[in-house]
């Protein structure tokens, strides 16, 4: 398998986080799966071993997309979300997750995903091939596979059994999606416009049918996500900490920041990332050094 090379932007705290588990992500193959490389951004799987330690809560801040879980007793479609998704990690496990690329998960539903913003549904709910039997045993034979190549097997199987055609416009949003998480220079709903040749009202409906955002959340997210990478990997970058935990050397400005990222000023930064993170961007920086010095490494 391919291994995901990019930054997983998502993840909440990265430093802590690689102690208490690890966190695996493969591309589907172009040559050998270029169906479902059409559709599916990667493969994730997450394996823990807390045995004797406390549980701890991970958090995540979600991309525009469907991820289809695979894990014991709790297998489901989560459908693209707008707030923080936080998880629980206690004893020790293994989850398989598929991140569909942001239009992606229209090849396997006859819905508008604006129909699952915000909803974590049975897959069997979801996915017309599915009974409540044959997703028990499809969940069976995913988390019984021995190591993360098997269960992407056995997942890709299942996957091609619902596969039908996609919209016509699926790959053209997934192309916007991929441009606005690329282009710094677009951060605002007219940049895309001038980008795609689509007016306002056209994007509006191809997101909210393919991806299930708006255009204007997308680009948002899209800032949130390089803002939260940027403060963690300043925190992950630092040599020396005191003894306090925080990261020495000179600190990334957070001005300069929000004006990097598009925003007007610091304040509206600040508003911004706190009304979705829950923490201001410095309480976040610190908190990143601070659970990254308590954390035990990984059995």
């Known amino acids: 398998m391919h291994p995901v090379t990019a930054a997983p932007k998502g993840v909440l705290a990265p430093g802590a986080a690689a102690q208490r588990f690890r966190l695996g992500r493969y591309l589907p193959s172009p040559d050998m799966a270029p169906d479902l490389a059409a559709v599916v951004e990667h493969y994730w799987v997450v394996a823990w071993d807390l045995t004797g330690q406390p549980p701890y809560v991970q958090r995540t801040l979600p ?46 539903v006859d819905a508008p995903l604006s129909t699952l913003v915000d909803r974590v549904l049975p897959l069997e709910a979801v996915l017309g091939h599915l009974t409540p039997a044959t997703a028990a045993a499809a969940e069976a034979a ?33 192309r ?19 980008r795609s040749g689509l007016g306002v009202r056209a994007l509006q409906r191809l997101f909210a049918d393919l991806v299930g955002m708006t255009p204007k959340w997308v680009i948002r997210r899209a800032r949130l996500h390089e803002a939260a990478h940027r403060l963690a990997q300043e925190e992950r970058d630092q040599k020396g900490r005191d003894q306090k935990g925080r ?10 920041l929000a004006q990097d990222l598009g925003y007007f000023d610091h304040a509206h930064f600040t508003h911004d990332f706190k009304q979705v993170i829950g923490q201001s961007p410095s309480a976040y920086r610190e908190d990143c050094a601070r659970k990254t010095a308590e954390g035990k490494p990984h059995p």
């Open 63 to 108: 991309y525009p997309a469907v991820n289809l879980v695979f894990e014991r007793g709790r297998s489901a479609v989560y459908g693209p979300m707008h707030g923080i998704f936080a998880y629980e990690l206690r004893d020790a496990g293994r989850v398989l997750g598929i991140r569909f690329r942001p239009a992606g998960f229209r090849a396997l």
């Open 142 to 174: 995913v988390l019984a596979a021995a190591d993360d190549a098997g269960m992407v097997a056995v997942a890709e199987t299942l996957l091609r059994q619902g596969l039908r055609a996609a919209p016509a416009q699926v790959e053209e949003v997934n």
């Open 176 to 194: 916007l999606v991929a441009l606005i998480e690329a282009d710094r220079e677009i951060l605002r709903v007219d940049d895309l416009v001038a």
């Open 247 to 256: 990261a020495g050397g000179a600190a990334l400005d957070l001005t300069t």
